[in-house]
């Protein structure tokens, strides 16, 4: 059974930041594109950031380029979200996922399986 489980979320105020984590397990990490993605109350899920599985080639939303940061560590099957410079319309709850393809554009349609999110509150 796979799991994806989120933590490192919390309440920070206006130029702060966090890191999240999403460790895996019941699959092969390192065969995966790893995302995130969020969403705030009354928004659809929209994307933020995704990985290789070679962890060479990213891609984020231009709302966060320059101020957020996805990594992995495929040893620990973990994947990481260094959010930097935070701001309050970055409060959402956030949801990693694990997916085949790495699009030009990433979408939740490529994703396979998701974690349970982990909420993110950016007070001004």
């Known amino acids: 059974q796979v799991q994806l489980v989120e933590s490192g979320g919390g309440l920070v105020q206006a130029g702060g930041s966090l890191r999240l984590s999403c460790a895996a397990s019941g699959l092969t990490f390192s065969s995966y594109t790893m995302g995130w993605f969020r969403q705030a109350p009354g928004k659809e899920r929209e994307f933020v950031a995704a990985?290789?599985?070679?962890?060479?080639?990213?891609r984020y939303a231009d709302s966060v380029k320059g101020r957020f940061t996805i990594s992995r560590d495929n040893a620990k099957n973990t994947v990481y979200l260094q959010m930097d410079s935070l701001k309050p319309e970055d409060t959402a709850i956030y949801y990693c996922a694990a997916g085949r393809y790495l699009m030009m554009r990433p979408t939740t349609k490529e994703y396979l399986y998701w974690g349970q999110g982990t909420q993110v509150t950016v007070s001004s």
């Open positions: 990985l290789s599985w070679t962890g060479d080639v990213t």
